[in-house]
């Protein structure tokens, strides 16, 4: 089976800005989780999708926002660039078999966003 | 709410050595543990989970340990080789939560 894929890989953009991120879950998967990695931090959660419905959102304004598609593929979006934005934003998903999350997560290799 | 604590935040080990990693969890209902390893620019993968009705895992030279009256759970790695060179990030979440709760990683840096 494929991976979990991401696009883009990298992106600039300026403050102001908006921007999508793409996240293609492993074919049969139907959880999606999101995540955002600074240098030299860990994993800060940003939501989870299952089915359609977001179950779970991280503490993170509202200017950060994702969808779920049919299909598991999954957005986010972020409005308003700031340069705190700048991070390896990555996406997990896992099968969902459970309804929890408690499954191996397989990640994704991740959008690497630049703000400037 | 829950929250993960993970120490030491740099571990640095003599190759063939064995390495400890220690995570803390704050909410008792927690019941499911991973631990998921990052090399330097990679993506995380998992290598061990534990769930609470179960003291101790093992694969290979990984192992993991759970104290629930404590609330903590260990990674163990045994002669450790170059390859272990990673971070690590332990995890926690409990049923219906539907979120996993990270440590903030260690980054294990094997000495040859």
């Known amino acids: 089976k494929a991976g979990v894929t991401q696009t883009p890989r990298y992106l600039i953009k300026t403050r102001g800005q908006q921007v999508t991120l793409s996240c293609s879950p492993i074919s049969g998967h139907r959880s999606v989780s999101w995540y955002q990695q600074t240098p030299g931090q860990g994993l800060q959660f940003l939501f989870e999708?299952?089915?359609?419905?977001?179950?779970n959102k991280g503490n993170f304004p509202g200017r950060f926002s994702g969808r779920q598609f049919s299909n598991s593929r999954s957005e986010m979006n972020v409005s308003t660039l700031e340069l705190g934005d700048s991070a390896l934003y990555l996406c997990?998903?896992?099968?969902?078999?459970?309804?929890?999350?408690?499954?191996?997560?397989?990640f994704g290799p991740g959008t690497r966003l630049l703000v400037l | 709410g829950e929250n993960v604590e993970q120490h030491p935040s740099t571990l640095s080990v003599q190759e063939g050595d064995s390495a400890v990693i220690k995570c803390t969890y704050s909410?008792?209902?927690?019941?499911?543990f991973p631990w998921y390893k990052q090399e330097l620019g990679k993506r995380p993968q998992l290598i061990i989970d534990?769930?609470?009705n179960v003291g101790e895992k093992k694969d290979q030279r990984i192992a993991v340990t759970l104290n629930k009256t404590a609330k903590h759970f260990s990674l163990h790695i045994t002669e450790t080789q170059p390859e272990d060179s990673a971070v690590y990030f332990c995890a926690a979440s409990k049923d219906s939560n539907y979120q996993l709760i990270w440590g903030a990683g260690t980054k294990l840096i094997i000495k040859p």
């Open positions: 997990a998903s896992s099968l969902g078999a459970s309804g929890t999350v408690q499954e191996t997560q397989y």
């Open positions: 909410d008792s209902a927690s019941n499911y």
């Open positions: 534990i769930r609470s």
């Open positions: 999708y299952f089915s359609e419905t977001q179950r």
